[in-house]
């Protein structure tokens, strides 16, 4: 079992950066593939990044290649996306997501990831 808490969350206008942070409870954090999902109004879950248990490998919705950065301290059980150029159309709650994994892969399906916190609000608006 592994408990999430994001922080971070917040107003910004277009164009700004953020940077979610995602503390894991536990002594097994490095045995965890991690993911960030986002959700608005009346819309899915979808995958933003995924980061593998070492951090080694990682993943980016299409959208937000070249902009947000996930990243992972394992000595701190936390995991972090940054996200930069921020786009009005990037207003969600933000979801944290881990699932127990020893391997050297990732994932990105909602169904993969066991464990969820509880979100975190992004509002981007001038």
């Known amino acids: 079992q592994v408990q999430l808490v994001e922080s971070g969350g917040g107003l910004v206008q277009p164009g700004g950066s953020l940077r979610l942070s995602c503390a894991a409870s536990?002594?097994?954090?490095?045995?965890?593939?991690m993911g960030w999902f986002r959700q608005a109004p009346g819309k899915e879950r979808d995958i933003v990044a995924a980061?593998?248990?070492?951090?080694?490998?990682?993943y980016y919705a299409d959208s937000v290649k070249g902009r947000f950065f996930i990243s992972r301290d394992n000595a701190k059980n936390t995991v972090y996306l940054q996200m930069n150029s921020l786009k009005p159309e990037e207003t969600a709650v933000y979801y944290c997501?881990?699932?127990?994994?020893?391997?050297?892969?990732?994932?990105?399906?909602?169904?993969?990831?066991?464990?969820w916190g509880q979100g975190t609000q992004v509002t981007v608006s001038s």
């Open positions: 536990g002594r097994t954090f490095s045995s965890y593939a």
């Open positions: 980061i593998a248990p070492s951090g080694a490998r990682r």
């Open positions: 997501a881990a699932r127990s994994y020893s391997g050297r892969y990732y994932f990105t399906g909602r169904d993969e990831y066991a464990f």
